[in-house]
């Protein structure tokens, strides 16, 4: 668990992707802490799971485990392609919670194979999904967060903007490096309003179902997704005024924050290899 435990009481977090995986946890991390959450993603029990009617949880599922953890949630249904919905989903949180001052952009499309290997289609989807999504949303929420009395945020689940770290073949590291560049972009557009704008991103894989469905590594190379939400709490605890305009790893932020023991979040015993890094470059050191 982070050192840090920010009080965010009377905070709001928007989250997209919450259904599942790195998304929820995060959410339910933030919860804990007195946030209210918008739980948001495209599978909904409203629509008997959608699309996604073969996967396990919905935005209504993740929204019931907040508040469980005493926080107020909203689930709103949403394709972050679709500028409308975009819109319509940000006035909606807004309207509800009167203020919304967290926005993490987690939702992504994951296709793990070489260019020459990828159809133009998934492509699209990818580059929809990952770099559209994220400028869609930072756009719908870009005034309201300059108005936020307090610290406001926007943060993205994305790599450092680094080739020899580019998470995985051509097409998808474009996806999420472009993520990156629109957070790490924001940060001076939003700077004078005191808006902390950072990516973070996990050193080892993490235990979610594209993992598992790619096959990166073993379970004894992974970690849960607590990790990662552990990184965001962490980074609400810092000044946004002072904190922007960074691109962190998980463990790196967190040993900073005094952790030396990360077995917690091992999915099985031992000390998992960084092998989503060791994937890209082979020269990774863990930082002692």
């Not at 790599?159 to 996806?175: E, F, I, K, L, N």
């Not at 999420?176 to 940060?187: D, Q, Y």
């Not at 004078?192 to 594209?210: S, Y």
């Not at 000044?239 to 790196?252: I, L, Q, S």
Request: proline share 6%; net charge negative; charged share 25%.
């Amino acid at each position: 668990m982070s050192p840090t435990t920010p009080d965010l009481d009377g905070s709001t977090a928007f989250i997209t992707g919450t259904t599942r995986g790195i998304g929820k946890a995060i959410a339910l991390a933030l919860a804990e802490r007195g946030c209210d959450i918008v739980s948001t993603g495209k599978t909904s029990e409203a629509d008997d799971y959608g699309e996604d009617k073969d996967l396990e949880g919905s935005i209504e599922q993740t929204a019931r485990e907040v508040e469980e953890r005493g926080a107020e949630a909203l689930p709103i249904q949403l394709d972050v392609r679709d500028p409308e919905n975009v819109e319509a989903a940000a006035e909606e949180a807004i309207d509800h919670f009167g203020e919304v001052n967290v926005v993490i952009n987690n939702a992504s499309a994951i296709q793990l194979v070489p260019t020459e290997e990828l159809p133009p289609d998934r492509f699209d989807l990818m580059t929809d999904v990952n770099v559209r999504g994220t400028y869609l949303t930072a756009r719908a929420f870009a005034d309201h967060l300059k108005d936020v009395e307090g610290d406001a945020w926007v943060l993205t689940n994305a790599p450092p903007v680094t080739v020899d770290r580019a998470p995985g073949h051509a097409p998808y590291s474009w996806s999420k490096l472009g993520m990156s560049f629109v957070t790490l972009s924001l940060a001076s557009e939003l700077g004078g309003h005191d808006v902390g704008c950072n990516a973070f991103w996990p050193v080892t894989a993490i235990d979610t179902r594209a993992t598992r469905y790619f096959g990166l590594g073993t379970e004894d190379d992974w970690r849960t997704p607590d990790i990662v939400a552990d990184t965001v709490l962490e980074i609400l605890s810092r000044d946004p005024a002072e904190f922007t305009g960074n691109a962190v790893y998980d463990e790196e932020l967190l040993r900073e924050a005094g952790i030396e023991d990360f077995s917690e979040y091992n999915l099985t015993e031992g000390d998992p290899d960084p092998i989503s890094a060791r994937m890209v470059d082979p020269d990774y050191e863990r930082p002692s």
